[in-house]
């Protein structure tokens, strides 16, 4: 798309882009020796002293541990960006059949004009055509779902980094799990270095780095599914229009919040601008009065995945397979 598309998203009254922060801009310094040195690690209980035979069995479990974490987190990551270019193409179907079916009484049709009743024929076969635009917005709100529950997995892998002790220490047989059977057990052997530098908390904090991009693109992307699934919604009463509020899919608050993804902060946070536009303008604008430049930045915006450095996401992986001795594909 040409980038004279992006002039028109301001005067637009629909809720802007801008509300929400890009995650990239959170971080600037991008040279990490170690993430210690950026997030303090937060104070915790003291825990019994580990015998230098209980380390030597719990490294190699942690090891091990976190590489199927951050090889899980990969994988994850390959699989939101082909959810959502897959919902990019249902997101693009909508919009060109919604144009088509709005502009084809003022469509310059060439040659084409002095065929009897061609431009009639058109609007009755594009407006049969409705159903299919419903199944385009089906899954479309379908990809959205699949979305969010891949960066449910991200949060739940993210908080997966440590590696907990089953039974007392000085054992025979030592087991280990993701789960705390000690409420005394950190569950990174006091900080100690996994591979060679880093403690486990350093690869968390480098976890949750990488997830939240996803998390706040996914806030974007909900904005984006709410303003094109609403396309029509009043030209044809089977379609509905969607709100901030509403529940996209059955579930999706709780999967949200699990996302640590307040989505009433964010809603607050769209109100004032609402209610500033309805203050300047008769009704406000609906997205099937959109014009097509603000529709066509909408799938800009989609496509830019402003929140996901994908360049920072590589160095991150880069740090963490160097550190593992491994490579994170």
């Known amino acids: 798309m040409e980038s004279k598309f992006l002039s028109s998203i301001a005067p637009a009254p629909s ?159 030592t087991e280990f799990s993701l789960f705390p059977g000690d409420q005394n057990d950190t569950g990174d052997s006091d900080g100690i270095p996994v591979f060679t530098f880093w403690s486990i908390f350093d690869f968390e904090k480098l976890a949750l780095e990488l997830v939240q991009m996803f998390v706040s693109e996914t806030n974007i992307k909900r904005l984006l599914v709410m303003e094109i699934c609403s396309i029509g919604s009043e030209e044809f009463s089977q379609v509905d229009r969607l709100k901030w509020s509403d529940h996209f899919y059955v579930g999706e608050f709780e999967d949200l919040l699990k996302c640590n993804s307040n989505s009433n902060e964010v809603l607050n946070q769209l109100v004032p601008r609402l209610e500033s536009c309805n203050s300047r303008t008769s009704p406000m604008q609906s997205s099937n009065q959109l014009e097509t430049n603000i529709l066509q930045v909408y799938l800009t915006t989609w496509l830019a995945e402003v929140n996901v450095d994908k360049f920072r996401i590589g160095e991150l992986f880069a740090m963490v397979g160097e550190e593992m001795h491994v490579t994170i594909s």
């Open 15 to 173: 809720p802007t882009l801008s509300t929400f922060q890009a995650s990239s801009d959170v971080a600037t310094d991008r040279t990490i020796l170690s993430p210690a040195a950026k997030y303090p690690a937060p104070p915790t209980t003291p825990s019994t002293p580990l015998s230098a035979q209980d380390i030597r069995r719990w490294r190699p479990a942690a090891q091990r541990n976190l590489r199927n974490q951050w090889s899980k987190l990969a994988a994850l990551r390959t699989k939101w960006f082909s959810l959502s270019s897959t919902a990019r193409s249902y997101a693009t179907s909508v919009v060109n059949s919604h144009l088509s079916q709005r502009y084809m009484d003022a469509m310059d049709l060439g040659v084409l004009t002095d065929m009897p009743d061609i431009r009639k024929k058109a609007c009755r076969k594009l407006f049969k055509q409705q159903v299919i635009i419903e199944t385009y917005r089906n899954n479309l709100l379908s990809s959205y779902k699949d979305m969010v529950a891949v960066v449910t997995q991200m949060v739940n892998v993210s908080k997966s980094m440590r590696c907990y002790r089953k039974g007392t220490n000085g054992s025979a047989l």
